[in-house]
């Protein structure tokens, strides 16, 4: 799983996703990590999800949690998010199979690529039916090589409206509006892309990067959100997280889970 954009520090390049290559750090030795991501998609009226959940041994990792995050806005490079990379780290078994039971519904995912998959995935193809804010309970069965037994227990994102921000103004902050999350257990991301002054052709390679307390508002300064608002061909994004950021004692292994919702909501196949 790849979350679409890069947006604060808290997320470390959106790492811990699976198959993201510098979210962990390989080694003969380490802890036992779970990692994976459940990211809504459009169907219809509907919507789907196609979890994935990969197992490794690592000797470094960085998490990515919803807890804790403050307002903040800064600018930086952008360019897309690359699906090429490889983890050197150890690929764990968890089991032969992982239950994901999403509101009322329990469905199973397997290694589809076989013993040397660290991936857990689902085998519809078009993914699993699911209503973004249901309970999700995920079961690993364990694998006395690798991860161990385990039952994990969270929420996933729910839906959000953005308020349109109509024509930005010069010298002004951006002021911001959506849907607030039903607790505070949420995150709010929000990227403000745009192509650098100069830049020919037009490509989208900067960005004004927010983290916001998903109270519902939020505020870019003026002089952050200043090259954005200057800017001839630009867009904006946002993405709701809720996270699962668990310990385990014996043996000492970690498991991380990130449910997302994304404004515009990609279409599932």
């Not at 690929?91 to 999403?102: N, R």
């Not at 006395?144 to 227990?153: E, I, K, N, Q, W």
């Not at 959506?178 to 052709?201: E, I």
Request: charged share 10%.
């Amino acid at each position: 799983m790849h979350n679409r954009k890069v947006v604060a520090t808290l997320m470390l390049a959106a790492t811990v996703a699976v198959g993201a290559c510098d979210a962990v750090t390989g080694g003969t030795g380490g802890s036992p990590i779970g990692v994976g991501g459940i990211s809504a998609r459009s169907k219809g009226t509907g919507y789907t999800v196609a979890p994935q959940i990969a197992f490794y041994r690592v000797a470094g990792a960085n998490f990515v949690s919803a807890q804790g995050v403050k307002d903040t806005c800064y600018l930086a490079a952008y360019s897309e998010p690359s699906t090429s990379g490889q983890i050197s780290a150890a690929a764990l078994g968890a089991g032969p199979y992982i239950i994901v039971a999403l509101g009322s519904r329990t469905d199973s995912l397997v290694r589809t690529g076989g013993a040397l998959d660290a991936a857990y995935r689902s085998t519809l193809t078009s993914g699993i039916p699911f209503t973004p804010g249901d309970s999700m309970v995920i079961t690993v069965p364990g694998d006395r090589a690798g991860f161990p037994a385990s039952t994990f227990r969270g929420k996933t994102a729910e839906p959000f409206s953005m308020v349109p921000i109509g024509t930005p103004v010069a010298g002004s902050p951006i002021n911001l509006n959506w849907t607030a999350a039903s607790d505070l257990n949420a995150a709010m991301f929000v990227t403000f892309r745009y192509s650098a002054a100069g830049t020919t052709p037009a490509t989208l390679n900067r960005q004004v990067a927010c983290a916001f307390v998903d109270d519902g508002s939020g505020q870019v300064p003026a002089t952050v959100a200043a090259e954005w608002v200057a800017a001839a061909t630009r867009d904006y994004t946002a993405q709701r997280i809720r996270t699962i950021l668990t310990q385990i004692d014996l043996p000492l292994s970690y498991f991380n889970i990130v449910s997302t919702f994304d404004w515009p909501t990609p279409v599932s196949p």
